[in-house]
């Protein structure tokens, strides 16, 4: 070998002769920290519970704390800091309960002195964050659930997805009756888990999310399509025995009170 090549291989690339270098870990997800509780319905469905408060300081019995303080209460334990609540029907009587309660984090409401609809009011709200170039959870103020947060945005981030909406699938509230081709009858199936997926209420937002929604509409009707059909709207299905339920009659308060009470010791307060 002569001593040009000598030194033409002493000066060879190391990562030449090892082979290419592994390629980077991927980023994990930013901590999302800031939220928005939409709490302006009309909670006609729970009168006569709602005539002196909005839904979500209705309480299940035996929880010891309305909707929207257990709200509260997990979205702190997953990091959250920073809560805008939408409100509307009896705000005042939310924002008295908000200004006695010690919080686990910071709230603020806003008030929508005109009816927005679902998409316009995550709109409005979304505006008084207070890191608008970060991304944000959303959640509608009748929701009942624990799950982990944290995973749903790390979802959410390794799809980069513009939004992620958590799935659920709840149960059929009547008895079911299989049977075979010939007609007859071969089990009565109580209250059996329904066979499709549905929007649980509970939302992972990136920052670009908020310049699609309707001024007034409702975005399950406008920009979730639109994102769907771009590939951008991920589906997040809650994990196996999280539970879930959204508290829209007097029938849900009586069934989840049943429910918690049954399930006291094996799910998160």
């Known amino acids: 070998m002569t001593a040009d090549a000598m030194s033409a291989d002493h000066g060879a690339d190391p990562t030449a002769l090892s082979g290419p270098a592994d390629p980077a870990p991927p980023a ?11 709490a302006g319905g009309q909670g006609s469905r729970l009168r006569p519970y709602t ?15 309305p909707i929207v303080g257990h709200q509260l209460a997990w979205l702190a334990a997953e990091g959250v800091t920073d809560v805008v609540i939408s ?24 008030v929508e002195t005109e009816p927005l609809g679902r998409g316009g009011g995550l709109k409005y709200a979304s505006a008084a964050l207070p890191r608008p170039d970060e991304a944000w959870y959303a959640t509608n103020g009748d929701i009942w659930t624990r799950f982990s947060l944290r995973e749903m ?17 709840p149960r059929i509230p009547w ?19 329904s066979p499709f997926l549905i929007n649980a209420g509970l939302y992972v ?18 920009t979730f399509p639109q994102l769907a059909r771009s590939r951008q709207l991920a589906g997040y299905q809650l994990p196996q025995g999280c539970y879930w339920r959204a508290i829209d009659t007097a029938k849900d308060l009586t069934e989840a009170a049943k429910e918690l009470a049954a399930a006291a ?5």
């Open 28 to 38: 994990p997800a930013p901590a999302v920290t800031q939220a928005v509780i939409l």
């Open 51 to 65: 005539d002196d408060r909005p839904k979500p300081l209705v309480e299940i019995p035996g929880t010891g704390t």
């Open 87 to 110: 409100c509307g029907h009896l705000a005042e009587v939310l924002q008295d309960w908000l200004d006695g309660t010690d919080l686990p984090l910071n709230v603020r409401t806003v």
């Open 153 to 169: 945005a790390a979802f959410h981030h390794e799809r980069a997805a513009v939004a992620t909406l958590a799935l659920a699938r």
């Open 175 to 193: 008895g079911a009756v299989e049977t075979d081709q010939f007609g007859n009858v071969l089990d009565f199936i109580e209250s059996p888990p």
């Open 205 to 222: 937002f990136g920052p670009a999310f908020r310049a699609l929604l309707p001024d007034v509409g409702d975005h399950e009707r406008t």
């Open 265 to 269: 010791g094996r799910l998160p307060a």
